[in-house]
């Protein structure tokens, strides 16, 4: 093939798979691309669709690596580096995606996207008086081909954000509602408006009204869930591994004792306890990995939109689990500073993974954090999520969901404990609330290190937390959120049918 018919090749591949994205079809796009990207480089429109489908499929490390592709290419294409800087801010590199930020802006000063990108960003690293500044210079600045009725819905999600700490939920509810009524804004802003006014509502005690919003907006946005499978898929999950052996050891073990893993149903309590932890100084928070599910793809791939579940741990051969061994670990250990002795990794759905976390990392901890199911359904429902989120669509889909998550650690901990299961503690969000340091004593107990009285003083340090529990992990602690559910009681049929056998009180 010569070189003129690669170019045309790629060309060619390029314009299907810029079809494939504005259809709505990411996952598509990025598999078309993917074999002809080592031929396209230098070529703008390939390297672009590729990191925009990448982006929309989750893969937000190769897309990072794609737009920095698109930015030596092209550095004044202010949407790209806007974007680029969307997706950094995905892997928690803030100040690299400002910088991002900062390119578009000098290619185009009000360029709106942008600068609601630096506004989000800014809110993200707690600067939120910085955020209403732009936002305000922004309104008043900004030529008139930037004013918008979508960048005036834009302005108004990013103004959003900043409730209540910078503006007061009374002072733009109106405005959010009346972009939450207009068909005329895009689907997708429309649901983060509506997501974000319901927040609003709940703070003016507008119970019912916040949550018929949380519905519409989880109806436009229709994520794909099957709440049937998932129950299957987890029954054979527990079945296989009640029964897989623990006998075959790799060769050369690793050392996983280093490493915490902190599960839980997500909105359960445990960025606040991974923010507690964060403040020891023998111990390093990572976040949110990754490391675990990939392994799982690995030996059993699962569909996009769904957690892998492995439901044959035959597939994991002495070979592979030494292989996989090897790499999460030199993976996490690449994040070891000097003087670390823990490392925290607080994916919540790992909860899905603790009889291979046993196989791949022998000696690891698991903290699981619990919390009062209602409180924990609502809060997951009620809290605008990135990513693939089907299974909080309804509060039936959250409840069955729930069912299933107790079925596994319930599961698990029958499991002998270190060779099937790791070791293993539960903390309860409640009492970490309410009663902080004889939780976190006990916690150091079992991870094997002194309390630090630091622990006690999450709210210090530059430590910036990327998940939805951002706002609450800045934040004082505080005990309303304890019992919200009554405020919402009448919504929540659900979760008593499907979870009376764990409700307390």
């Given at each position: 093939?010569?070189?003129?018919?690669?170019?045309?090749?790629?060309?060619?591949?390029?314009?299907?798979?810029?079809?494939?994205?504005?259809?709505?079809?990411?996952?598509?796009?990025?598999?078309?691309?993917?074999?002809?990207?080592?031929?396209?480089?230098?070529?703008?429109?390939?390297?672009?669709?590729?990191?925009?489908?990448?982006?929309?499929?989750?893969?937000?490390?190769?897309?990072?690596?794609?737009?920095?592709?698109?930015?030596?290419?092209?550095?004044?294409?202010?949407?790209?580096?806007?974007?680029?800087?969307?997706?950094?801010?995905?892997?928690?590199?803030?100040?690299?995606?400002?910088?991002?930020?900062?390119?578009?802006?000098?290619?185009?000063?009000?360029?709106?996207?942008?600068?609601?990108?630096?506004?989000?960003?800014?809110?993200?690293?707690?600067?939120?008086?910085?955020?209403?500044?732009?936002?305000?210079?922004?309104?008043?600045?900004?030529?008139?081909?930037?004013?918008?009725?979508?960048?005036?819905?834009?302005?108004?999600?990013?103004?959003?954000?900043?409730?209540?700490?910078?503006?007061?939920?009374?002072?733009?509810?109106?405005?959010?509602?009346?972009?939450?009524?207009?068909?005329?804004?895009?689907?997708?802003?429309?649901?983060?408006?509506?997501?974000?006014?319901?927040?609003?509502?709940?703070?003016?005690?507008?119970?019912?009204?916040?949550?018929?919003?949380?519905?519409?907006?989880?109806?436009?946005?229709?994520?794909?869930?099957?709440?049937?499978?998932?129950?299957?898929?987890?029954?054979?999950?527990?079945?296989?591994?009640?029964?897989?052996?623990?006998?075959?050891?790799?060769?050369?073990?690793?050392?996983?004792?280093?490493?915490?893993?902190?599960?839980?149903?997500?909105?359960?309590?445990?960025?606040?306890?991974?923010?507690?932890?964060?403040?020891?100084?023998?111990?390093?928070?990572?976040?949110?990995?990754?490391?675990?599910?990939?392994?799982?793809?690995?030996?059993?791939?699962?569909?996009?939109?769904?957690?892998?579940?492995?439901?044959?741990?035959?597939?994991?051969?002495?070979?592979?689990?030494?292989?996989?061994?090897?790499?999460?670990?030199?993976?996490?250990?690449?994040?070891?500073?000097?003087?670390?002795?823990?490392?925290?990794?607080?994916?919540?759905?790992?909860?899905?993974?603790?009889?291979?976390?046993?196989?791949?990392?022998?000696?690891?901890?698991?903290?699981?954090?619990?919390?009062?199911?209602?409180?924990?359904?609502?809060?997951?429902?009620?809290?605008?999520?990135?990513?693939?989120?089907?299974?909080?669509?309804?509060?039936?889909?959250?409840?069955?969901?729930?069912?299933?998550?107790?079925?596994?650690?319930?599961?698990?901990?029958?499991?002998?404990?270190?060779?099937?299961?790791?070791?293993?503690?539960?903390?309860?969000?409640?009492?970490?609330?309410?009663?902080p340091e004889p939780v976190l004593r006990g916690l150091c107990v079992f991870l094997g290190i002194e309390f630090d009285e630091a622990m006690l003083d999450h709210?210090?340090?530059?430590?910036?937390?990327?998940?939805?529990?951002?706002?609450?992990?800045?934040?004082?602690?505080?005990?309303?959120?304890?019992?919200?559910?009554?405020?919402?009681?009448?919504?929540?049929?659900?979760?008593?049918?499907?979870?009376?056998?764990?409700?307390?009180?």
């Amino acid at each position: 093939m010569t070189s003129g018919q690669t170019q045309a090749q790629v060309q060619q591949v390029a314009r299907q798979a810029e079809a494939l994205l504005k259809a709505g079809k990411p996952l598509q796009a990025a598999r078309a691309l993917a074999p002809v990207m080592e031929q396209a480089k230098g070529h703008l429109p390939a390297a672009l669709t590729f990191a925009r489908s990448l982006m929309l499929i989750g893969q937000h490390a190769q897309s990072a690596e794609v737009f920095a592709q698109v930015a030596r290419l092209a550095p004044g294409h202010a949407a790209a580096a806007t974007e680029q800087a969307a997706v950094l801010a995905r892997l928690g590199r803030f100040d690299e995606a400002l910088e991002a930020v900062r390119r578009a802006r000098r290619a185009k000063p009000w360029f709106g996207p942008a600068v609601f990108q630096k506004a989000d960003l800014l809110a993200d690293m707690n600067r939120g008086a910085e955020a209403v500044e732009l936002l305000d210079s922004y309104e008043e600045h900004a030529p008139e081909a930037e004013r918008t009725k979508l960048n005036e819905a834009r302005a108004c999600a990013a103004r959003a954000r900043l409730i209540p700490k910078h503006i007061k939920p009374e002072a733009i509810i109106d405005d959010l509602l009346a972009f939450a009524d207009n068909e005329k804004v895009p689907a997708g802003l429309r649901c983060v408006i509506s997501a974000r006014a319901s927040g609003a509502l709940d703070l003016l005690g507008r119970y019912d009204e916040a949550f018929e919003l949380q519905n519409r907006a989880k109806i436009i946005r229709n994520l794909p869930w099957d709440a049937a499978e998932h129950t299957d898929r987890v029954r054979a999950c527990i079945e296989a591994w009640s029964t897989a052996s623990t006998d075959q050891q790799p060769d050369e073990p690793v050392d996983g004792s280093g490493l915490v893993f902190i599960v839980g149903m997500p909105r359960s309590g445990s960025s606040l306890l991974e923010q507690m932890l964060s403040r020891h100084p023998l111990i390093k928070a990572l976040g949110e990995r990754n490391e675990i599910t990939r392994a799982a793809q690995t030996i059993q791939q699962a569909k996009p939109g769904v957690i892998p579940i492995i439901t044959d741990p035959s597939r994991l051969t002495p070979e592979l689990r030494e292989k996989l061994s090897q790499t999460v670990l030199e993976s996490y250990e690449s994040e070891r500073e000097p003087g670390i002795e823990l490392l925290t990794d607080k994916q919540p759905f790992n909860f899905a993974q603790l009889p291979l976390l046993a196989r791949l990392l022998p000696g690891c901890r698991v903290i699981h954090t619990r919390r009062d199911p209602r409180d924990t359904c609502l809060s997951y429902y009620m809290q605008w999520m990135l990513g693939a989120h089907g299974q909080a669509n309804t509060i039936e889909d959250i409840a069955l969901f729930c069912r299933d998550y107790f079925a596994l650690m319930n599961a698990w901990q029958s499991l002998p404990a270190p060779g099937a299961r790791p070791d293993l503690l539960e903390v309860n969000y409640e009492n970490l609330v309410s009663e902080p340091e004889p939780v976190l004593r006990g916690l150091c107990v079992f991870l094997g290190i002194e309390f630090d009285e630091a622990m006690l003083d999450h709210t210090s340090g530059d430590r910036i937390t990327n998940t939805a529990s951002r706002e609450q992990v800045r934040s004082a602690l505080y005990t309303s959120r304890i019992a919200r559910w009554k405020n919402y009681e009448k919504h929540l049929g659900p979760v008593f049918e499907h979870l009376g056998d764990f409700i307390q009180g």
